[in-house]
């Protein structure tokens, strides 16, 4: 069965840091592009970030030069370091996977996880 | 802030059919790119609802349908049924962005 977990959400003070980890399991991991999309509370989704097969990472205005998207294809987990995190960087965090093989951009998403929620908060 | 748009709300009768429009621009689904839906229901994660503009993944009903037009695409629930009451949103992608992929901003649909 195809699958994405992730985990590592939780509560963090403005300015603080936190990486966020998505298991893949049943695909071959790393000839698929991933991404991790966000949705704030009562709010719709949010693109944030996105590796392609090749390795190439692409970031939302919104979220360049504070957050990282990396993976360690020996793990097949995908991961989100976020850096000077605001209160606006609240949200539910869902990794996703794209449709097509070995492609950028990658068609629809579609296996996603169950999602991780990180708080900013004082 | 989303340069793909939704209807906030559209809402029908058990049995009706109902459209929900995507409207985009020369940049994202002007340029040729495919549209795809995904449901939302309460509480839970996005679901693959139509991909490549119109196709639908095994295990999604027939009632659901989708089309893509010049800038715009649009999903259309045929026989409206309790269960279908979620949010639902486009997705395609852009070449203005420095980050490619775009999110529609969402409709809800409401089942009377």
């Known amino acids: 069965e195809v699958q994405l977990v992730e985990s590592g959400g939780g509560l963090e003070q403005p300015g603080g840091s936190l990486r966020l980890s998505c298991a893949a399991s049943g695909f071959t991991f790393n000839t698929y592009a991933l991404s991790w999309v966000r949705q704030a509370p009562g709010k719709g989704l949010e693109w944030v970030s996105a590796i392609s097969p090749g390795g190439s990472t692409y970031y939302a205005d919104s979220v360049k030069g504070r957050f990282t998207i990396s993976r360690d294809s020996s793990k097949s987990t995908l991961y989100l370091q976020m850096n000077s995190l605001r209160a606006d960087d609240t949200a539910v965090y869902y990794c996703a996977k794209g449709e097509i093989q070995w492609e950028f951009p990658p068609g629809a998403f579609d296996i996603w996880g169950q999602g991780t929620m990180v708080t900013v908060s004082s | 802030q989303s340069v793909l748009t939704q209807p906030p709300s559209v809402s029908g009768a058990p049995g009706q059919r109902v459209t929900i429009s995507c409207t985009g621009n020369?940049?994202?689904?002007?340029?040729?790119?495919?549209v795809h839906w995904y449901q939302q229901l309460r509480g839970t994660a996005p679901k693959l609802l139509i991909y490549?503009?119109?196709n639908r993944p095994s295990g999604v009903p027939d009632r659901f349908s989708g089309s893509k037009s010049g800038t715009s695409a649009s999903l259309a629930i045929t026989g409206l049924q309790a269960e279908d009451e979620a949010d639902y949103y486009c997705?395609?992608?852009?070449?203005?962005?420095?980050?490619?992929?775009?999110f529609g901003t969402g409709t809800k649909v409401t089942v009377l």
């Open positions: 997705q395609s992608y852009d070449t203005s962005l420095s980050g490619p992929c775009v």
């Open positions: 490549g503009n119109g």
């Open positions: 020369s940049f994202n689904i002007g340029t040729g790119y495919d």
